[in-house]
């Protein structure tokens, strides 16, 4: 039975429904719960053996599959456990947050057998909980994808994630037996079994409570007599430190009374709709006056246009109140939020904009002197910096969903069983002390919630723990070191729950404004928008009509592959009252169309294009003019060094007459033999090398990437562990590759050029080739990536001098150029630059050698990224992105050093 959190009270409730013997043996296991009773404990795998003893099963491993774990177990013949694998504490692939998920869509457990046929697997960022997450809100917010498309992709990504622990620990074959409550998930078994046809897996009757199954079995040995109810929990004591108490900042914090209106008949009116990950809020805005008249807040559970139809359905009701039978006029209606793209298309409206712009119209409308906007979303948090109401500074929640409205949502719904989140304020403001459960993961703030209750903290004080755990989240990772000014609103759903703006108040120790209506600022404030918009000339007035508009449906008519890029994005087709949409893409060219957005895009340049033909086609040989003078291939994982060095690479082994092959693909099943928690990056390495192990390929080319030519006096330029470490750990990953298919140069020019060529002499010298041929080899290798390099300057020059002319900001890319300058892991990102009009330039071909920069800067790559930021600094019309990723220690640094150096 699910304990939600609560494991005592829900012990107690089965052990008080059943007649149990007297003294009767008992053996309690599991995780934390086993060490708070008065029993005997014993741990899981030693349960796991007795339960496989008694069953007589002969398996080669055993997969626990629980609510917040997963563990892979390899088993003898004896039936003994060998070893064991387990996840981190990331909860994506688990149990609970697979839950979790249904929960958002509206969905129960027994719901997942009834979904439709012709459901279907997409592809969703497995990585990390809070991505798949958001993956998951917003494919269903843009009509990318139904609630049983969701089930079947998050089931296809727990049963991925059983195969790759399984391929971890080297079980490629025999039978293995799948235990665990997720069992009982039917499309998780069946993934499972079509991706490793050559296993037979087996789920007994036991599979929910195998643990326990084995923990009985061992009882009548190893276990205690089962004590009285009243006796059989240890005493408790609470471990956590503890916040004041959130009513000491009650006068610290103002509520704007609402200021809504009532609707009056003949009159033209807004209507402003703001779709948002966990919930759905329109409004009726009256033109003249600028007051909100009628309005609505629900849930989306996954289906924004119904939402939205849910939320003109109430508005009718409000609008019939006021008028009866009368008639309005609604000439605009526009569109912000995370599903803002496909209501637009719904509404059939051009006034599609961003949620950071929404809020701050709508919020400074109340308050003229407004300096700083806090705003809280079911998904994401927001903070953003005004000057005379214009944004002059933003930051989103980047990969943490600890401080957002779903996880205080869940976790109190989970965890402690409290049903609505509109209870949650009340019980917070009844705390006498919340408690202090840091600014973790939200994985880690679950586990110390549920360690919180089974010390026998109070439902009160943890729940205000939350609360003040979000808030500090928020205001550490969401704002950091930015500006707070004095004049701070409050905004968003999470708003109305009264102890989070106390919370703001107590840790900051300054003054809250919590507006009117809080949860409705964005779709208030993109209505003010499109009225601004009005009066500009970039809108025009129509007719909306709210039952044409119930009475409307979206047809998604067929599905196609763009081809503009490398991206090769679907496309899907759309109907909207006779009218065709093309809905999709990473990045602008279909919403453009729809939009009817036109710039000149002569001049729109790509230099991040240029950069590579550079690098990859002109500095790079002609394959056609090889002269083979061995018969061998070396392949050449696309990774690291490749896009830095690759006229140095591929010169090398032209000129020797050596042919090469560079992978195209990343397979899974070679990011599937990641053994530790590497960045993206060493991921994608490790894919690469399975392509070109499965190409056959007689070597591996595998540079140890050391360091390069430094840009600072008396300082190194090195690369990062992970990327210097890349022939070791791959080595180590694909064992069944001989020692000797491997070259793996140390790459090195801080000693200049005679001992950079050295590894590669000695590398030629195991392929066959004279010290002569190699040196020879490696000048002309050198003078082709120096002739790359120089070139790259010249067009940094010159892109520059454009920059400075251009009649449109121009957006600097910063990052690596393994992560920045290539479609396997920048998420097209400067394709979406481009494709709205604007030019992108690399960093790493800017003129910024001169540029001074923050002493003992050892890092290459970070030496480029801190004088390109010096460099553009001073650049009015040139912004800065930075492109990086999960697990990069040296980005833990440097974006706090780009953020200082940019002011």
Not at 383 to 400: F, G, H, Q, R, T
Not at 677 to 690: D, K, L, M, N, T
Request: proline content about 5%; hydrophobic content about 40%; overall charge neutral.
């Amino acid at each position: 039975e699910p304990h939600e959190g609560n494991f005592l009270d829900t012990l107690k409730k089965i052990l008080s429904a059943r007649s149990l013997p007297q003294d009767i043996k008992t053996l309690v296991t599991g995780t934390e719960g086993r060490h708070l009773l008065n029993i005997n404990s014993v741990i899981e795998p030693l349960c796991i053996e007795e339960a496989l003893q008694k069953l007589h099963y002969s398996v080669d491993a055993l997969v626990s599959l629980g609510g917040e774990d997963l563990v892979v177990y390899t088993i003898d013949q004896n039936n003994k456990i060998i070893t064991s694998f387990s996840g981190n504490k990331c909860a994506s692939g688990t149990g609970e947050f697979f839950k979790q998920q249904l929960a958002r869509m509206n969905m129960k457990l027994d719901d997942i057998h009834h979904i439709p046929e012709d459901c279907r697997i997409l592809k969703l960022s497995s990585r990390c909980s809070v991505f798949m997450k958001s993956d998951c809100t917003h494919r269903l917010n843009k009509g990318e994808a139904r609630t049983g498309d969701i089930v079947l992709s998050l089931s296809d990504v727990m049963a991925i994630k059983v195969i790759d622990f399984l391929k971890r620990a080297r079980i490629e074959k025999g039978k293995v037996l799948l235990t665990g409550g997720v069992t009982q998930n039917p499309y998780i078994l069946r993934f499972i079994r079509e991706r490793m046809p050559q296993i037979e897996f087996v789920v007994v009757e036991q599979a929910p409570y195998f643990e326990a199954y084995g923990a009985a079995l061992m009882a009548p040995v190893s276990g205690s007599p089962l004590p009285p109810l009243g006796s059989l929990f240890k005493n408790r004591s609470i471990q956590f430190k503890r916040f004041k108490n959130l009513q000491t900042a009650r006068g610290r914090v103002t509520y704007l009374p609402s200021q809504k209106s009532r609707v009056i008949a003949g009159r033209e009116y807004i209507l402003g709709v703001d779709g948002g990950s966990t919930t759905t809020k329109a409004s009726l805005i009256d033109i003249e006056t600028s007051e909100v008249t009628a309005s609505y807040y629900g849930r989306t559970h996954g289906d924004p246009v119904s939402a939205l139809k849910n939320c003109l359905i109430e508005m009718k009701k409000q609008i019939r109140e006021d008028i009866g039978d009368g008639t309005i006029r609604i000439t605009l209606a526009a569109t912000t939020g995370s599903s803002r793209e496909i209501l637009g298309v719904f509404l059939e409206t051009p006034a599609v904009y961003n949620e950071i712009i929404a809020h701050a119209v709508g919020t400074s409308f109340y308050r003229d002197n407004i300096d700083t906007l806090f705003e809280i979303g079911g998904q994401d948090a927001k903070y953003v910096s005004l000057k005379n109401k214009v944004p002059i500074d933003y930051a989103m929640n980047e990969a943490c969903s600890a401080g957002t409205g779903s996880f205080l949502e869940e976790s109190a719904q989970g965890d402690l069983n409290i049903p609505e989140a509109s209870l949650i304020g009340d019980i917070a403001l009844a705390a006498e002390a919340p408690l202090k459960f840091g600014e973790h993961c939200s994985a880690f703030i679950n586990s110390d919630i549920r360690n919180a209750v089974q010390q026998g903290a109070s439902r009160e004080d943890i729940t205000a723990g939350i609360v003040t755990s979000i808030v500090s989240n928020y205001l550490n990772r969401v704002v950091g070191n930015r500006t707070i000014g004095n004049n701070i609103v409050l905004q968003g759903g999470v708003a109305k729950n009264k102890a989070v703006p106390l919370a703001f108040a107590m840790l900051l120790d300054k003054d809250i404004l919590v507006p009117p209506d809080p949860e409705l600022m964005g779709c208030f404030g993109v209505g003010l928008l499109a009225k601004q918009k009005i009066a500009e000339g970039f809108l025009t007035k129509t007719a909306y009509d709210l039952d044409q508009i119930l009475a409307t449906h979206i047809v998604y008519e067929k599905e196609f592959q763009c081809k503009a890029c490398d991206n090769f994005c679907p496309i899907r087709v759309l109907n909207v009252n006779g009218h065709k949409y093309m809905f999709g893409g990473r990045c602008n060219k279909y919403a453009n169309i729809r939009k009817k957005k036109v710039f000149d895009e002569g001049a729109v340049i790509d230099y991040i294009e240029k950069r590579n033909d550079i690098l990859f086609r002109e500095c790079a040989p002609d394959p056609s003019t090889l002269i083979r003078k061995k018969d061998f291939i070396v392949g050449v994982p696309r990774c690291f060094s490749f896009y830095s060095l690759w006229p140095l690479y591929a010169w090398f082994f032209h000129t020797l007459g050596v042919e090469t092959f560079v992978s195209k693909d990343i397979s899974h099943e070679g990011t599937a033999r990641v053994e530790s928690s590497y960045c993206f990056p060493a991921e994608i390495a490790h894919g690469a090398v399975q392509d070109i192990f499965e190409s056959k390929m007689d070597y591996i080319f595998l540079p140890h990437f050391r360091d390069m030519e430094s840009y600072e006096e008396n300082v190194p330029a090195n690369f990062c562990p992970i990327t210097q470490s890349l022939p070791y750990y791959i080595k180590k990953a694909f064992p069944e590759i001989p020692e000797e298919k491997y070259l793996a140069p140390v790459v090195s020019f801080m000693y200049g050029l005679e001992k950079a060529s050295e590894p590669f002499i000695a590398m030629a010298a195991t392929l066959g080739f004279s010290e002569s041929e190699a040196k020879a080899a490696f000048h002309i290798a050198y003078e082709k990536q120096m002739e790359s390099f120089a070139r790259l300057t010249t067009l940094g020059k010159q892109a520059l001098a454009e920059a400075r002319l251009a009649k449109r900001p121009v957006i600097a890319i910063l990052g690596r150029p393994y992560n920045s300058f290539t479609a396997d892991a920048n998420m097209g990102i400067p394709r979406k630059y481009t494709s709205r009009g604007y030019s992108v330039i690399p960093y790493d071909i800017l003129p910024f050698e001169d540029q001074a920069i923050y002493p003992n800067m050892y890092w290459y790559y970070g030496q480029q990224d801190m004088k390109a930021g010096t460099l553009l600094k001073r650049e009015d019309n040139i912004f800065v992105t930075y492109i990086s990723n999960f697990s990069c220690a040296p980005d833990s640094f440097m974006l706090h050093y780009l953020k200082w150096i940019m002011g």
